[in-house]
């Protein structure tokens, strides 16, 4: 059993940038591909970014790509968001994830072996 907790969330200016953190317990972490989901209030949790195993490969949503970077330490197992430029249509709950599964597979956000509670993000001025 993964227990991930996430940090680093807040109230932020727009054009301002934020830097999340994940700190995960209980599992090898470095097994695991490691991601980063948002759910806005009445929308649908949507993919933000993942990184595999080793750090080799990252995706990004098309909505922040070029505006984010998503990076992980094993020697830590902590997997970190850092997302700049920041609008209000990035507000929502930041949730962190583990999954056994190939990085490029979580994408989907459907076979998730474990999530955080989420950390709030609120982009206003």
């Known amino acids: 059993q993964v227990q991930l907790v996430e940090s680093g969330g807040g109230l932020v200016q727009p054009g301002g940038s934020l830097r999340l953190s994940c700190a995960a317990s209980g599992g090898t972490f470095r097994l695991y591909s490691m991601g980063w989901f948002r759910q806005a209030p009445g929308k649908e949790r949507e993919f933000v970014a993942a990184?595999?195993?080793?750090?080799?490969?990252?995706y990004y949503a098309d909505s922040v790509k070029g505006r984010c970077t998503i990076s992980r330490d094993n020697a830590k197992n902590t997997v970190s968001l850092h997302l700049n430029s920041l609008n209000p249509e990035d507000t929502a709950v930041y949730l962190c994830a583990a999954d056994s599964r190939a990085a490029v597979l979580m994408r989907r956000g459907t076979t998730i072996d474990y999530w955080g509670q989420g950390t709030q993000v609120t982009v206003s001025s």
């Open positions: 990184i595999s195993s080793s750090s080799a490969l990252t």
